[in-house]
């Protein structure tokens, strides 16, 4: 696709359960983000790829959440036991070139943790 | 560490009044600044940018500078329309760094 791909755009779970939600970056990108956006605060850094590895997972919150991209491509984050206070909209970014600031988003995926 | 602080909303302007978010940061050395978009129902885009100093950001209207001696970068459109409704987000990309840094947001609501 030409944009930023996440799936799923919604997704329900009940405490304590596993998660994983899934980022498609646009096609040549090799720096990818994820955030999180809580209601009505702006987003918050969690953690970046530069390829395959994780180039800075400083923004991860504890160790329930874990982000992999085993291909330099499709980026899955992971979260563990989840709790309601994981409840945001996981926001997903690639950027052509890294250190521009020029990051292209997806529409997110909204988390409810009931 | 790096910060940005934005005006809060929601803003309620009529259709061509003057707009004007406010938008100031801290960081050290001189960050790269951004205006981003949030339309409903879609995903965060990019507007405008400034990478010095003084510099000028510009797009659809909309324009922002570089003020190094006010650490701001406001957000101003001399007319808005009721497609300009939407959520603005200020945010800077350090020069020794590898992500953006958010300001909380600002709702714009354009009523015709």
């Known amino acids: 696709g030409a944009g930023v791909s996440q799936t799923p755009s919604n997704k329900v779970t009940e405490k304590g359960k596993y998660v994983e939600l899934r980022c498609d970056p646009i096609?040549?990108?090799?720096?990818l983000y994820w955030y999180r956006q809580s209601l009505g605060q702006g987003p918050e850094f969690l953690i970046y790829?530069?390829?395959?590895?994780?180039?800075?997972d400083s923004g991860l919150p504890n160790d329930r959440f874990f982000a992999v991209r085993p291909e330099g491509s499709v980026s899955t984050l992971k979260i563990q036991r989840t709790e309601r206070g994981d409840s945001a909209v996981y926001l997903c970014?690639?950027?052509?070139?890294?250190?521009?600031?020029?990051?292209?988003f997806g529409e997110g995926s909204r988390l409810t943790v009931l | 560490g790096n910060s940005v602080t934005q005006m809060e909303g929601p803003v309620t302007l009529s259709e061509e009044a003057f707009l004007t978010i406010n938008c100031t940061y801290t960081?050290?050395?001189?960050?790269?600044l951004f205006w981003y978009v949030q339309y409903p129902g879609e995903g965060l885009q990019l507007l405008l940018k400034?990478?010095?100093?003084?510099d000028k950001g510009s797009n659809k209207g909309f324009e922002a500078t570089y003020r190094k001696e006010t650490t701001s970068f406001h957000l101003e459109k001399g007319s808005v329309q009721v497609s300009d409704s939407a959520v603005y987000f200020c945010?800077?990309?350090?020069?020794?760094?590898?992500?953006?840094?958010f300001g909380g947001g600002t709702r714009l609501m354009v009523k015709p």
């Open positions: 970014a690639s950027s052509k070139i890294l250190g521009t600031g020029e990051l292209f």
């Open positions: 096609s040549g990108h090799t720096a």
């Open positions: 790829f530069q390829g395959t590895g994780a180039a800075d």
């Open positions: 960081a050290t050395g001189y960050p790269s």
């Open positions: 400034a990478t010095k100093a003084d």
């Open positions: 945010a800077l990309y350090p020069n020794a760094g590898n992500m953006l840094t």
